[in-house]
T-cell receptor, first 114, second 114 residues
Framework: NAGVMQNPRHLVRRRGQEARLRCSPM?????VYWYRQLPEEGLKFMVY????????ESGMPKERFSAEFPKEGPSILRIQQVVRGDSAAYFC????????????FGDGTRLSIL | QKEVEQNSGPLSVPEGAIASLNCTYS??????FFWYRQYSGKSPELIMF????GDKEDGRFTAQLNKASQYVSLLIRDSQPSDSATYLC??????????????FGSGTRLQVQP
């Protein structure tokens, strides 16, 4: 399966712990996007990355959240000192180079904070 | 005013009928438009994308775009119970400036009655 791969599918953390969410884009895709979907709410953009570069992080909370897409390996969304309000589904999408390319989504990581 | 607006529904249609889903957007400079289908608890799945005014057909699906009216729609012909899902309209406001974030509407829930 050459789709967008996210892991883990489910992640449980206690308040104050760190959460790391991983995303491998589709083959041939060099652009990665992270979105968050809070319970009963719509999808909200967080960050857009290319290899070794953050292109647009206008949707990222200013504190505790960070993202990277290293030269080798998956993209990582990191949430430090998690709080209950971080409980959500986090989706990664990828697209090939070029403008107007559609984004394809992974299955998401459901993050639950105890 | 929300950036991307959709009627939350539910929109209920009988099996075999045409389902019409509508979306309006506020940014007149928006350039590309996407429809995603999301089953409950699952990830968004790309259904259609459209960039130019007019109609675009793919199987049972037709996307319609009217930039002057800032309106995009999705028609589903011969609706099936398996089409029952939430349909998300997404807009990419300025992809050629490097800002590729998708802005999503809150979705329209479609119910196809057998």
């Amino acid at each position: 399966n050459a789709g967008v791969m996210q892991n883990p599918r489910h992640l449980v953390r206690r308040r104050g712990q760190e959460a790391r969410l991983r995303c491998s884009p589709m083959k041939g895709h060099s652009h990665v996007y992270w979105y968050r979907q809070l319970p009963e709410e719509g999808l909200k953009f967080m960050v857009y990355l290319q290899k070794e570069n953050i292109i647009d992080e206008s949707g990222m909370p200013k504190e505790r959240f960070s993202a990277e897409f290293p030269k080798e390996g998956p993209s990582i969304l990191r949430i430090q000192q998690v709080v209950r309000g971080d409980s959500a589904a986090y989706f990664c999408a990828s697209s090939p180079p070029g403008n107007n390319q559609p984004q394809h989504f992974g299955d998401g990581t459901r993050l639950s904070i105890l | 005013q929300k950036e991307v607006e959709q009627n939350s529904g539910p929109l209920s249609v009988p099996e075999g009928a045409i389902a019409s889903l509508n979306c309006t957007y506020s940014d007149r400079g928006s350039q590309s438009f996407f429809w995603y289908r999301q089953y409950s608890g699952k990830s968004p799945e790309l259904i259609m994308f459209i960039y130019s005014n007019g109609d675009k057909e793919d199987g049972r699906f037709t996307a319609q775009l009217n930039k002057a009216s800032q309106y995009v729609s999705l028609l589903i012909r011969d609706s099936q119970p398996s089409d029952s899902a939430t349909y998300l309209c997404a807009v990419n406001r300025s992809p050629d400036t490097g800002r590729r974030a998708l802005t999503f509407g809150s979705g329209t829930r479609l119910q196809v009655q057998p």
